[in-house]
């Protein structure tokens, strides 16, 4: 199995940063696309960021030019780098790591973290 631990959640004001981390461990043949996605109360999650393995990024219109998602491939970990955080950034964060796992044969599989709260204040 494959489990994805998330930190870096927290309170901050508004104005503020905070870098969310994603680690992944298990059985890991490889990671193909790592994402961040929150979920607001009463809302439905949605994709912040995503990364490929090759780096290539894409960013919800509400955060780009504020987050920044990046990963480190030896470490099958991801961040997301969040500047300029806003009242309505706040939520719960989940990672999302589209994973080969390597069991008695590969087999492709979407993993999520239990999520970290972030509450952006007044």
């Known amino acids: 199995q494959v489990q994805l631990v998330e930190s870096g959640g927290g309170l901050v004001q508004a104005g503020g940063s905070l870098r969310l981390s994603c680690a992944a461990s298990?059985?890991?043949?490889?990671?193909?696309?790592m994402g961040w996605y929150r979920q607001a109360p009463g809302k439905q999650r949605e994709l912040v960021a995503a990364?490929?393995?090759?780096?290539?990024?894409n960013y919800a219109d509400s955060v780009k030019g504020r987050f920044t998602i990046s990963r480190d491939n030896a470490k099958n970990t991801a961040y997301l780098q969040m500047n300029s955080l806003k009242l309505e950034d706040t939520a719960v964060y989940y990672c999302n790591a589209g994973t080969v796992v390597a069991g008695p044969s590969l087999y492709d599989y979407d993993f999520w973290g239990q999520g970290t709260q972030v509450t952006v204040s007044s």
């Open positions: 990364i490929t393995r090759g780096g290539s990024t």
């Open positions: 298990g059985s890991i043949f490889s990671i193909n696309a």
